[in-house]
């Protein structure tokens, strides 16, 4: 072996080293940064395993791309299969656009080749961001690979496989076609094959036009359709468009310089070989290090910039909500007192879904009356209950917590009716079919629920979990043996006022289940925390004696608080309080916020600086201001209420 191509192989070994260590660095941070539970979280649907599913994708163009992705996307259910999903997507992609660019210009162009990968993975710092964009463009450059490696020199040949590509790519990837005619038009054109651009460019123009009229059903638009990203920011939109644009761009620029150099004209006219180019790098020992050390800094660059964290703090919580995660939950809040979500004087818009969540996490350690105000609230929001229809039709996630919360609540029949505009809203989301498996069984209708079931039992990700309750369902119809549906029985509410919306009457629908099952605690505290918010403390002290059949050590804090307000403004004394006495403690701190009020209270500024330290967490400070002070919670013993268990 000479020295040139020792050196020349040494410069190949430090290149294949960099490389697998970019991709390294990728699964690690996908990993651990991203976390691909959270795009699942986001993303899941029901995967089945069976031929009527692919129809669903193999009767349309761009189907094959589609189904690709739903597949890579059920594998982020397990977070390091998805993550190695992902970048072995951007893996591929790097291969297949180095082979490309090294047919198109003769010689490796390894940190060019690089550049659609890494765009694909910081992209997916968005958790919504679809990996068909990725699995598109991926089809898209094999299928230019192939075409580009043809060796047939006459127009007819080369026009025929190009048809034949085209058929193929239409159907993989649908409107992409168009980019696949491009490239193949670019390439064409560098060897003057005119003609035979022109008639490539035709064919792709007018493909999904037929594909549309005679093949598939479905509109031209729909044909000529490209994967997109509709609910990013302009930069996800920037970095979509740079990632199709790659392909003719990076094209057009190695085909110009394979051109220029044969001309003469380039920096490195005059070397005999590829190889002769990269010993001039290695000479120096400089460029090529200088250059990948550039292209490592521009992508840690571009993920730093892209990455929001504070966005990923709000769908982890959300994580942590539909998975009954509670003590996670009320932690991870704790520990990020400073995010922006939770400035409850900035309003209720970006609050709303997570103080529902709070609230229901507070309940479930059986905190809700007492530290309901140590938390997050905000007068006039609709978070307690979900109360405003108007809100929930401008954030789809709130037709999931309602169908939980509703469930929970043992109303049944808006459960169904949620569930279902859930369904109508997020397709085949696996929630949707194990909520209705329960309201079927709870309604007596067996039946329905062992179709839901036998859907599910194709599924990649639930199917155990389908065929285990179709064994018990057909030992048990009822389901007798389980001890929320028992509980959730004996709250449902029937008659009449089983059909009229809880947004339009929560405190008639919650009374009337109080009068069911006086026993319903959920009931009785979202109710007394719906009068709290509403700041109708005189409620709360005419229902106190609610508080019987609940056999409460003592009367909820916030509720005392209420009380002693009640008692303050009205002067009445002798309420019922089913045998409990309001503690010492509360009324020796409501006598010490009397106090800093009657000092303060003709300046609001100063008198939420004192309040806010030592009453921020009181249904006083709420009361006053409208919003709570989001101060350190009380320490109680919480009682874990209902750890509850949701299917992920």
């Given at each position: 072996?000479?020295?040139?191509?020792?050196?020349?192989?040494?410069?190949?070994?430090?290149?294949?080293?960099?490389?697998?260590?970019?991709?390294?660095?990728?699964?690690?941070?996908?990993?651990?940064?991203?976390?691909?539970?959270?795009?699942y979280?986001?993303?899941?649907?029901?995967?089945?395993?069976?031929?009527?599913?692919?129809?669903e994708?193999?009767s349309?163009?761009g189907?094959?791309?589609?189904?690709?992705?739903?597949?890579?996307?059920?594998?982020?259910?397990?977070?390091?299969?998805?993550?190695?999903?992902?970048?072995?997507?951007?893996?591929?992609?790097?291969?297949?656009?180095?082979?490309?660019?090294?047919?198109?210009?003769g010689?490796?162009?390894?940190?060019?080749?690089?550049?659609?990968?890494?765009?694909?993975?910081?992209?997916?710092?968005?958790?919504?961001?679809?990996?068909?964009?990725?699995?598109?463009?991926?089809?898209?450059?094999?299928?230019?690979?192939?075409?580009?490696?043809?060796?047939?020199?006459?127009?007819?040949?080369?026009?025929?496989?190009?048809?034949?590509?085209?058929?193929?790519?239409?159907?993989?990837?649908?409107?992409?076609?168009?980019?696949?005619?491009?490239?193949?038009?670019?390439?064409?054109?560098?060897?003057?094959?005119?003609?035979?651009?022109?008639?490539?460019?035709?064919?792709?123009?007018v493909?999904?036009?037929?594909?549309?009229?005679?093949?598939?059903?479905?509109?031209?638009?729909?044909?000529?359709?490209?994967?997109?990203?509709?609910?990013?920011?302009?930069?996800s939109?920037a970095m979509?468009?740079?990632?199709y644009?790659?392909?003719?761009?990076?094209?057009?620029?190695?085909?110009?310089?394979?051109?220029?150099k044969?001309?003469?004209?380039?920096?490195?006219?005059?070397?005999?070989?590829?190889?002769?180019?990269?010993?001039r790098?290695?000479?120096?020992?400089?460029?090529?290090?200088?250059?990948?050390?550039?292209?490592?800094?521009?992508?840690?660059?571009?993920?730093?910039?892209?990455?929001?964290?504070d966005?990923?703090?709000?769908?982890?919580?959300?994580?942590?909500?539909?998975?009954?995660?509670?003590?996670?939950?009320?932690?991870s809040v704790?520990?990020?007192?400073?995010?922006?979500?939770?400035?409850?004087?900035?309003?209720?818009?970006?609050?709303?879904?997570?103080?529902?969540?709070?609230n229901?996490?507070?309940?479930?350690?059986?905190?809700?009356?007492?530290?309901?105000?140590?938390?997050?609230?905000v007068?006039?929001?609709?978070?307690?209950?979900?109360?405003?229809?108007?809100?929930?039709?401008k954030?789809?996630?709130?037709?999931?917590?309602?169908?939980?919360?509703?469930?929970?609540?043992?109303?049944?029949?808006?459960?169904?009716?949620?569930?279902?505009?859930?369904?109508?809203?997020?397709?085949?989301?696996?929630?949707?079919?194990?909520?209705?498996?329960?309201?079927?069984?709870?309604?007596?209708?067996?039946?329905?629920?062992?179709?839901?079931?036998?859907?599910?039992?194709?599924?990649?990700?639930?199917?155990?979990?389908?065929?285990?309750?179709?064994?018990?369902?057909?030992?048990?119809?009822?389901?007798?043996?389980?001890?929320?549906?028992?509980?959730?029985?004996?709250?449902?509410?029937?008659?009449?006022?089983?059909?009229?919306?809880?947004y339009?009457?929560?405190?008639?629908?919650?009374?009337s289940?109080?009068?069911?099952?006086?026993?319903?605690?959920?009931?009785?505290?979202?109710?007394?925390?719906y009068?709290?918010?509403?700041?109708?403390?005189?409620?709360?002290?005419?229902?106190?004696?609610?508080?019987?059949?609940l056999?409460?050590?003592?009367?909820?804090?916030?509720?005392?608080e209420?009380?002693?307000?009640?008692?303050?403004?009205?002067?009445?004394?002798?309420?019922?309080?089913?045998?409990?006495?309001?503690?010492?403690?509360?009324?020796?701190?409501?006598?010490?916020?009397?106090?800093?009020?009657?000092?303060?209270?003709?300046?609001?500024?100063?008198?939420?600086?004192?309040?806010?330290?030592?009453?921020?967490?009181?249904?006083?400070?709420?009361?006053?201001?409208?919003?709570?002070?989001?101060?350190?919670?009380?320490?109680v013993?919480s009682?874990?209420?209902?750890?509850?268990?949701s299917?992920?």
């Amino acid at each position: 072996m000479s020295w040139q191509q020792g050196q020349s192989s040494r410069y190949r070994r430090q290149n294949r080293v960099l490389t697998a260590g970019l991709f390294a660095l990728f699964y690690v941070y996908i990993l651990f940064c991203v976390d691909p539970r959270l795009t699942y979280h986001l993303q899941c649907r029901v995967f089945q395993l069976n031929s009527a599913f692919l129809a669903e994708f193999a009767s349309k163009p761009g189907g094959i791309a589609a189904y690709l992705a739903e597949f890579f996307t059920q594998l982020d259910y397990y977070p390091w299969i998805g993550a190695l999903a992902l970048t072995g997507v951007a893996l591929s992609l790097f291969v297949s656009t180095a082979s490309m660019l090294r047919t198109v210009g003769g010689r490796r162009y390894v940190l060019l080749s690089l550049v659609p990968a890494a765009l694909l993975v910081v992209l997916h710092n968005d958790h919504a961001y679809p990996i068909e964009v990725g699995v598109s463009v991926l089809m898209v450059t094999v299928a230019f690979w192939v075409y580009a490696r043809f060796t047939f020199r006459g127009t007819v040949p080369r026009l025929g496989a190009f048809a034949v590509l085209a058929a193929g790519t239409f159907y993989a990837v649908g409107g992409m076609v168009l980019l696949f005619a491009l490239v193949c038009a670019l390439f064409d054109a560098r060897e003057r094959r005119f003609l035979l651009m022109a008639m490539c460019v035709g064919i792709a123009s007018v493909l999904p036009l037929a594909g549309a009229w005679w093949l598939f059903s479905v509109t031209p638009q729909q044909a000529y359709a490209w994967p997109w990203f509709t609910e990013g920011d302009w930069a996800s939109a920037a970095m979509t468009v740079a990632l199709y644009a790659f392909l003719p761009v990076s094209v057009s620029a190695v085909a110009l310089h394979r051109w220029l150099k044969s001309i003469g004209l380039d920096s490195s006219a005059g070397t005999a070989s590829a190889e002769d180019d990269v010993l001039r790098e290695e000479d120096s020992g400089r460029p090529w290090r200088i250059r990948w050390g550039a292209f490592f800094v521009a992508v840690a660059l571009a993920v730093f910039l892209t990455f929001d964290r504070d966005e990923q703090v709000l769908l982890r919580l959300d994580r942590y909500a539909q998975h009954g995660q509670w003590p996670e939950l009320l932690a991870s809040v704790q520990r990020h007192k400073s995010h922006p979500a939770f400035d409850v004087k900035q309003g209720i818009d970006r609050t709303t879904l997570l103080v529902h969540d709070i609230n229901r996490a507070l309940y479930h350690r059986g905190d809700l009356l007492i530290n309901m105000f140590a938390f997050p609230q905000v007068g006039g929001s609709p978070s307690l209950l979900l109360s405003s229809e108007e809100f929930c039709l401008k954030n789809r996630r709130a037709f999931i917590k309602r169908s939980d919360l509703f469930f929970e609540l043992g109303q049944i029949n808006e459960t169904e009716r949620v569930t279902h505009e859930l369904w109508a809203s997020f397709g085949n989301h696996p929630l949707v079919f194990r909520r209705l498996v329960d309201v079927n069984v709870l309604k007596g209708r067996p039946h329905a629920a062992r179709n839901y079931l036998r859907f599910m039992e194709h599924s990649l990700l639930y199917s155990s979990w389908a065929k285990g309750l179709l064994e018990e369902l057909e030992r048990d119809p009822q389901l007798s043996g389980n001890a929320e549906l028992a509980r959730l029985r004996n709250c449902m509410l029937r008659g009449d006022l089983a059909g009229a919306p809880v947004y339009k009457v929560p405190e008639l629908r919650l009374m009337s289940q109080l009068d069911v099952n006086p026993t319903n605690r959920m009931a009785f505290e979202y109710l007394m925390a719906y009068w709290l918010l509403q700041g109708e403390h005189g409620k709360v002290a005419a229902n106190i004696g609610r508080i019987a059949p609940l056999q409460y050590p003592r009367i909820p804090r916030h509720c005392e608080e209420a009380l002693l307000l009640h008692m303050s403004e009205t002067g009445k004394r002798n309420l019922n309080v089913a045998g409990h006495e309001i503690s010492a403690a509360s009324m020796q701190r409501f006598g010490g916020f009397q106090q800093i009020v009657s000092r303060f209270g003709h300046d609001q500024g100063q008198l939420w600086d004192a309040l806010m330290r030592d009453y921020g967490n009181t249904y006083w400070f709420y009361e006053r201001f409208g919003v709570t002070g989001f101060g350190e919670p009380v320490q109680v013993l919480s009682r874990n209420v209902d750890s509850g268990a949701s299917l992920p």
